[in-house]
């Protein structure tokens, strides 16, 4: 009981000053670059979305469902956005890794809110349940809690 008390205690304060990785990047078996963007949608509003990336000072716009804002006529028929659940938009990018600058920054933009990841084209993984288990906070909170479950 003792051990279980301290084990949820451990928990519930390392779950206060949590931030997770709200963008994942990474490249599927057909290599397709994937982009998850883990941005709360607002309540009761259409939200839009911008999928772009930048590397030096040029930043591209690869997707958008924003009225009046067109994605680069090179991005046109090899990208498309999925709605994740429960909140989020997965871009998938066709015919690209091969052509990646070495320094990338990926960003996505919901309803105003951007958030931005900077990744080194050999820092990209392949896209597996493991890898993106492996880049989200909860995935070290309950490593971290069985550790000290099994320790204790």
């Known amino acids: 009981m003792l051990k279980s008390l301290f084990v949820y205690g451990v928990l519930g304060v390392l ?34 979305y911008e999928f772009s990336w930048s590397s030096g000072s040029k930043e591209s716009l690869i997707f958008t469902n924003v009225s009046g804002s067109a994605a680069e006529a090179q991005f046109k028929d090899k990208s498309y956005v999925t709605e994740l659940e429960p909140h989020g938009y997965r ?19 919901v309803s105003g809110v951007a958030i931005a990841v900077t990744m080194e084209k050999d820092q990209l993984v392949k896209c597996s349940a493991v890898s993106v288990f492996l880049q989200s906070c909860s995935s070290w909170i309950v490593c971290l809690m069985l550790v000290l479950y099994t320790h204790i």
């Open 15 to 48: 779950l206060i000053p949590a931030q997770c990785d709200r963008i994942t990047v990474c490249v599927e078996d057909d290599d397709d670059l994937r982009v998850d963007c883990l941005i709360d949608p607002i309540p009761n509003k259409i939200n839009t």
């Open 91 to 109: 871009l998938t990018l066709s015919g690209f890794t091969a052509t990646l600058p070495h320094n990338t920054t990926y960003i996505c933009k």
